[in-house]
């Protein structure tokens, strides 16, 4: 394009030496067709700064041509804008060849005067002589630094740019790509739901008229079990309750003929029908019990007193505690269990008549009681250093009815299988450890119950009773107007309920109950009372509605000093609220104070 212009102006050498040059170009693009994209490049790079001085020198040799001043500037500029090309075919990542390339650009420029010189067409030798020339030529040196710079400094931006581009532009694809995968699964998800969902459909239906025909045979099956469990409970109430009958009757009349007839006593066949007799009182005796525990299995939770429970259990073998010298030891972190107190109490005696009845006679006995407690469960206990079992040969048969391990003391073989039983009950667990004349030791677990502060003992729409375990206090809520019939019905029961769980206080609200009439105010007086004066009642707090019936007010100012007499203190509130602060601020602790000590040989009851 140069040549060409050049032409237009006056064809001349220096136009046709221009496009002559031009061929150097064209050898460019041959040279990448080749696939020597590098080559090109450096061909490219290098050429254009030699021909742009080399085409200065030359426009100044020609004969008779006028050289004005503008041509020393104006190959100047074509270089200083010729100057980009390798910023432009080089990244910065090949910044050697970029780097050579850049400083030959240099190298033109600084040695654009003396290549002139050095050919004799220099600006002062064609008499020329402004003063600002060589400045000029260094400014455009530095102006040529400038540009490349800011231009290598956007190449980098840009080059980053586009990489962060790149970049996202292929996560972009991979997205797109994991999301028409996604897309078809769920497709292929939502058709396999459909698919589903129809046959669920077609199987509810089939469930549905299996459910209802279950449903029936349940109810039929439910009835005929409630047929055979009463049959059963009548069989078992004939076996373990009506056949003592008999078998007391045969044992009265063997004593009879003992009596009676004492050579007949020391017959062999008496002897033997006596201890048959015997056996077959024990079995029925055990055989009840073992009913009326599984019969009885949800009953009202206890605060129990550890000590006074181990004090208690261990008087009946006090006697031959301290003849045996029996060594006992205690460690009761656990002050306090809540539990049922008969089957806890059974469990207790069990494990330590247990305890007792195998220690080694070759050496002294030794007993120790250990008791802990976590959140979730009471733990109790008991280990000995008697004779031991051999669990290796014996454990599967440990907790078996009428088995037993050692034949030289009196036993049944029930101890055992009563306290599993009555553990399982508990909902708890045990476990043993055992050395065969070494030691055994039982450890019972028993989870917490969280409902031990309102248990209910009757639940009715006309009244609810329930007792209080962490406070031994049994409440009455009455819920509506009762006739007389209930009125002596509910306080019936809670008087059952007060000789079980020995309740000493009671909460009552009568503010939703009609009045009592004279009669059964009598009836209170003459039997209800008593029983629980006897029982030991200690504070009574009422809860009544907006003022107390005159009825209720004449009954208690008549044995208001009945109560003062059985040191029984009455409150009258209208809340439940004001009764619980009441009470809270009188109620005794259950606890009495009663410990277990040990002393030398025997266990120390201590007040």
């Known amino acids: 394009v140069i040549g060409v212009l050049l032409g237009l102006n006056q064809w ?45 020198v030359l426009s100044k040799t020609i004969p008779g041509e006028l050289v004005t001043e503008s041509e020393y500037f104006d190959y100047r500029y074509v270089l200083l804008a010729t100057g980009l090309i390798p910023v432009m075919v080089f990244t910065v990542a090949r910044w050697k060849l970029l780097a050579t390339t850049l400083a030959f650009y240099l190298l033109a420029f600084v040695a654009f005067d003396p290549i002139h010189d050095y050919f004799q067409v220099g600006y002062h030798q064609i008499d020329h002589s402004s003063p600002s020339y060589y400045l000029s030529g260094w400014l455009a040196t530095l102006l040529f630094g400038v540009i490349v710079t800011a231009v290598l400094i956007l190449r980098s931006t840009s080059n980053e740019i586009q ?92 004593n009879l003929i ?84 008969p089957t806890l109490s059974s469990i207790v005696y069990n494990l330590l008549s247990n305890a007792l009845k195998y220690l080694s006679p070759e050496r002294p006995g030794s007993i120790h009681v250990a008791t802990r407690e976590t959140p979730e469960a009471f733990q109790i206990t008991v280990q000995d250093n008697g004779l031991g079992i051999d669990l290796v040969r014996q454990g599967d048969n440990l907790f078996k009815l009428y088995k037993r391990f050692h034949s030289h003391t009196e036993g049944k073989g029930i101890g055992l299988y009563l306290v599993k039983m009555q553990t399982e009950i508990l909902g708890g667990t045990i476990e043993v450890a055992s050395e065969p004349d070494q030691f055994t030791r039982f450890s019972v677990v028993l989870p917490k119950t969280t409902d031990i502060k309102h248990q209910p003992l009757l639940r009715e729409p006309y009244a609810e009773v329930y007792f209080d375990a962490t406070r031994n206090l049994m409440g009455i809520d009455w819920h509506s107007d009762v006739d007389s019939d209930v009125y002596r019905k509910v306080l019936g029961r809670a008087l059952d309920f007060m000789r079980e769980c020995h309740a000493l206080h009671w909460l009552l609200d009568v503010s939703k109950r009609g009045p009592v009439n004279p009669e059964e105010q009598l009836w209170l007086l003459e039997y209800i009372l008593p029983s629980v004066f006897k029982l030991g009642l200690k504070r009574l707090a009422v809860v009544y509605t907006n003022q107390i019936s005159p009825l209720a007010m004449e009954f208690y100012q008549k044995n208001v000093e009945v109560f003062r007499k059985h040191d029984i203190e009455v409150f009258f509130t209208r809340t439940v609220g004001e009764a619980e602060v009441w009470l809270a601020n009188r109620l005794v602790t259950i606890d009495d104070g009663t410990t277990a000590h040990v002393g030398q040989g025997t266990a120390a009851v201590a007040q």
């Open 163 to 254: 990489l962060r581009n790149s970049h996202l532009i292929r996560q972009l694809n991979a997205a797109n790509v994991a999301l028409d995968y996604q897309r078809d699964e769920l497709e292929q998800a939502q058709q396999l739901v459909r698919q589903r969902n129809q046959e669920l459909n077609e199987i509810n239906e089939k469930l549905t008229e299996k459910i209802a025909q279950a449903t029936l045979e349940l109810k039929h099956a439910n009835a005929e079990l409630v047929k055979h469990n009463s049959e059963l409970q009548q069989f078992s109430f004939t076996i373990s309750h009506n056949l003592r009958g008999p078998v007391a009757s045969m044992l009265g009349l063997l």
């Open 258 to 341: 003992r009596q009676t007839e004492p050579a007949m006593a020391v017959h062999p066949i008496v002897e033997h029908l006596m201890r048959s007799a015997k056996s077959l009182d024990a079995t029925i005796r055990d055989l009840g019990l073992i009913i009326d525990i599984r019969n009885d299995i949800y009953r009202i939770r206890q605060k129990i007193n550890v000590a006074n429970l181990l004090n208690e259990t261990l008087a009946p073998f006090q006697r031959d505690i301290e003849d045996r010298n029996v060594h006992i030891t205690y460690d009761l972190q656990a002050h306090y269990f809540y539990s049922i107190r």
């Open 12 to 56: 001349n050498e220096e136009a046709f030496s221009v496009l002559a040059l031009s061929v150097v170009f064209g050898s460019v693009p041959w040279l990448m067709k080749q696939q020597l994209t590098h080559t090109a490049r450096i061909v490219l790079c290098f050429s254009v700064p030699i021909l742009v001085v080399g085409m200065s």
